[in-house]
């Protein structure tokens, strides 16, 4: 029996009849990059959306969080999650700043901030959090110790697309907050990211940095480098954007349904609350126990067997890969709740258009692994 493979996600894209008169509009005006009015559009449609002021397209979200730090002058130390994707500690290195790493609040794929205090030192420049999942950090509490020690807060939002907390956007919070458009983000432009600045002055300085420091044509001002986003992609963005609310509704509609049948399965723990209002349903982390038949990795490779090709995001943890594991604060020691979530966690595929019959089916093997 041949059936297609079932993968962690699925891009979304925009009907292609929405994104062709935009095309037309590229073509008619040949602008192609550099600001142009597709861009124009992209970015005060998506500050709408948001419900944010001031953003800075980005061509992804790993340029957005290099210029970010840079922007800040950030060379020193920077207290950061090892359960992340790696381009959250990269993004320190590319800086010229150096990424310590802090546990997480036990059960939680988010730092704790009694941890993140615990490594500040008189090195401390930063702190770069990661709303995982899509779940808010302990934004109070992070804004608090970043104040009491003089340290910037930046958000790694790639995951936190259109989520609300307390009445507001997450990607709000902090100092600044970067999110991914990455094709298997939440939302896309294929790939792209945005910044959110706290003001005009910050926006402005964000875009020098992001265009070669070219601030006209006879001035450049700094090292800048490229991070511009075409306009071919702004397009892809804008076509994209009016669906977002449908997409977001689909995803919680497949995360509540994993989440119901879960609950009758011992030993499988859903990480993500799926009823959380303001949630945008990115991931389905679920967490193996001891007393699920199989550990975490036999249940990812039994679901491969079926061609069911869940993740397990994020494992490792970038604290143990070779050009991180030297550093002191990698000690696995230090990281016990971290790593605990890194090796029991799974990923399981969702995405706006999963079918119900294919959801039935990795169900299924959940309930009944041994089959
Ligand atoms: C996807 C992702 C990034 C990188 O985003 P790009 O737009 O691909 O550069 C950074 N951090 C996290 C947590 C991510 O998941």
Known sequence: MSRAPIYVTRPVLPPFDDVLPLFQDIWNSRVLT???????????ALASYLGVEHLVLTSNATLGLIISLRHYGITGEVITTPFSFV???????WAGATP???????GSPNLDPAAVEARITPETQAILAV?????????????????????RLIYDAAHAFGVRSNGRALAAEGDLSVLSFHATKV???????AIIAPDRDTRMALERLGNFGIEDEVTVTETGLNAKLSELHAAMGLALLPRMDDLIAARGRVASRYAR??????????LCPSE??????????VLVGPDYPLSRDGLYEKLRTHDIFARRYFFPLISDLPMYRH???ADPAGLPNARRMADSVLCLPLYPDLDPSDQDRIIAILADPGS
């Open 34 to 44: 550099n600001g142009g009015a597709m861009l124009q559009r992209f970015e005060a």
């Open 87 to 93: 381009a959250s500690s990269h993004a320190i290195g």
């Open 100 to 106: 310590v790493f802090a546990d997480l609040t036990a």
């Open 131 to 151: 709303h995982c999942y899509g779940i808010p950090c302990d934004t109070e509490a992070l804004a608090r110790i970043a104040d009491r020690h003089g340290l």
């Open 187 to 193: 939302f896309n432009s294929v790939e792209g990211g």
């Open 261 to 270: 049948s879960l609950s009758q399965i011992a030993g499988l723990d859903c």
């Open 276 to 285: 959380r209002p303001g949630h945008n349903s990115y991931a389905f982390p």
């Open 327 to 329: 550093l002191p604060s």
